[in-house]
């Protein structure tokens, strides 16, 4: 079904736009931790996105997206009542989400944002819920006013240290799980660092749930694209995730998988730039 962008907005200079799209159904339906995959027009190619949010009453979804490759540019040229050909969804299995006492999420640069719709049902269900997000630099911190919204406190690192704790988000949460424990951890980032967050809180043994975003193609279990394996078995992202206990993770094949298409993704990336250089739009 296609659907209208409502609004647009540069939220991350250069390249990272937030996106207010019309989809009342998904709307209804969607919880969080779901994605959907849009397609631009006839001729692009399939992309999951995580939802940033869900407004039924608005019957509308958000989406915070990176401009990094061919189909993200592409979606960084459309404006405001602009429509998308194709978006599918709600997919995956939502977020799990019950009372269990201290909550810590861990977003890392933009993958916060996902993390928003899944905090406030977090709060809602009756949970202490603190977040640690991180980027490389002030500049690059994105939903904090969000999450310090709706979570019990935000503790803000960048690499750099020009706001916050230096460091990675991982030594935040050390000291965190050092100073008060958990009883849940969940993040959603760089795959890099999700591997990393599982690596602090083992010695804890504080549960761990990752939110997986792979190469996917159908999204409904039916390409194997989306493959990982986990505690030994071969799972499908798309359809059993993207959530999963990060210690069980086979962290090795997942970032060896991610960089499988590199190269054609640069070469489609390269033709595209040449065909619409014009076109890349400096944000609205
Ligand atoms: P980034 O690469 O700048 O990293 C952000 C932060 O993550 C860093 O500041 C650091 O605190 C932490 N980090 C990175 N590598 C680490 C390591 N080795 N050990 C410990 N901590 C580490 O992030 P970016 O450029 O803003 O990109 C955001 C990432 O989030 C992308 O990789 C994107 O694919 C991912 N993302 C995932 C989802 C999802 O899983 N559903 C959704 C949106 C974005
Ligand atoms: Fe095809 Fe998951 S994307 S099986």
Request: with cysteine; net charge negative.
């Given at each position: 079904m296609s659907a209208k962008i409502i609004e647009k907005k540069l939220i991350r200079p250069p390249d990272v736009f937030y996106y207010k799209v019309s989809a009342p159904l998904i709307s209804k339906k969607a919880r969080p931790g779901q994605f959907v995959i849009i397609r631009l027009n006839?001729?692009?190619?399939?992309?999951?996105?995580?939802?940033?949010?869900?407004?039924?009453?608005?019957?509308?979804?958000?989406?915070?997206?990176?401009?990094?490759?061919?189909?993200?540019?592409?979606?960084?040229?459309?404006?405001?009542?602009?429509?998308?050909?194709?978006?599918?969804?709600?997919?995956?299995?939502?977020?799990?989400?019950?009372?269990?006492?201290?909550?810590?999420?861990?977003?890392?640069?933009?993958?916060?944002?996902?993390?928003?719709?899944?905090?406030?049902?977090?709060?809602?269900?009756?949970?202490?819920?603190?977040?640690?997000?991180?980027?490389?630099?002030?500049?690059?911190?994105?939903?904090?006013?969000?999450?310090?919204?709706?979570?019990?406190?935000?503790v803000v690192t960048t690499d750099d240290g020009s706001r916050g704790i230096k460091g990675p988000v991982t030594a935040a949460l050390e000291q965190e799980l050092s100073k008060g424990g958990a009883d849940l951890v969940m993040a959603v980032g760089p795959a890099i660092m999700m591997k990393f967050v599982c690596r602090t809180t083992e010695p804890f043994k504080v549960k761990t749930i990752v939110s997986l975003n792979t190469i996917?193609?159908?999204?409904?279990?039916?390409?194997?694209?989306?493959?990982?394996?986990?505690?030994?078995?071969?799972?499908?992202?798309?359809?059993?995730?993207?959530?999963?206990?990060?210690?069980?993770?086979?962290?090795?094949?997942?970032?060896?998988?991610?960089?499988?298409?590199?190269?054609?993704?640069?070469?489609s990336f390269e033709a595209w730039k040449k065909r619409h250089a014009h076109a890349v739009s400096e944000g609205e």
């Open positions: 006839e001729k692009g190619e399939r992309i999951p996105l995580s939802l940033a949010d869900i407004n039924p009453e608005e019957g509308t979804i958000s989406l915070i997206v990176m401009a990094i490759g061919k189909t993200t540019s592409e979606m960084a040229t459309m404006k405001a009542g602009d429509e998308i050909l194709d978006l599918c969804g709600p997919l995956g299995q939502p977020t799990h989400i019950e009372k269990t006492g201290k909550v810590v999420l861990v977003g890392g640069g933009f993958g916060v944002a996902p993390l928003y719709p899944i905090a406030k049902a977090f709060k809602a269900a009756g949970n202490e819920v603190v977040t640690v997000m991180g980027a490389r630099s002030r500049d690059l911190l994105v939903y904090e006013k969000e999450m310090n919204a709706v979570c019990d406190r935000v996917m193609i159908d999204g409904t279990g039916m390409c194997g694209g989306c493959r990982v394996r986990v505690g030994g078995e071969t799972k499908f992202a798309c359809a059993d995730g993207p959530d999963f206990d990060g210690h069980l993770v086979d962290w090795d094949m997942l970032l060896g998988r991610q960089k499988m298409y590199v190269a054609q993704e640069k070469e």
